[in-house]
């Protein structure tokens, strides 16, 4: 199993920058594909960026392709989204998750943290 920890949400103006942390518990962290995910109030959770086992492959939604990043440290057993650019309509709880079934559907996803929030004020 995998216990996953966010950190790093807040308030920021847009067109500013934030960086997300997630940090998991669990030996078997580096055979995980991690995910950020985000949900804004009345919608449903969506998907924001993958990166694989390795960290040799990513991928993102458009909605945010060209200004986040996702990224891991294995050794550290984290992964991070750095979140550039941000606009009103990223604001969300973001949300870092752990599977073996990659996919951009959150239902392939067993693992969750508690969710961090992100505010983008215009």
């Known amino acids: 199993q995998v216990q996953l920890v966010e950190s790093g949400g807040g308030l920021v103006q847009a067109g500013g920058s934030l960086r997300l942390s997630c940090a998991a518990s669990g030996r078997t962290f580096s055979s995980y594909v991690m995910g950020w995910f985000r949900q804004a109030p009345g919608k449903e959770r969506e998907f924001v960026a993958r990166?694989?086992?390795?960290?040799?492959?990513?991928y993102y939604a458009d909605s945010v392709k060209g200004r986040f990043t996702i990224s891991r440290d294995n050794a550290k057993n984290t992964v991070a989204l750095q979140m550039n650019s941000l606009k009103p309509e990223d604001t969300a709880a973001y949300y870092c998750?752990?599977?073996?079934?990659?996919?951009?559907?959150?239902?392939?996803?067993?693992?969750w943290g508690q969710g961090t929030q992100v505010t983008v004020s215009s």
């Open positions: 990166i694989s086992w390795s960290g040799s492959s990513t």
């Open positions: 998750a752990a599977t073996n079934r990659p996919g951009v559907d959150a239902r392939r996803y067993d693992y």
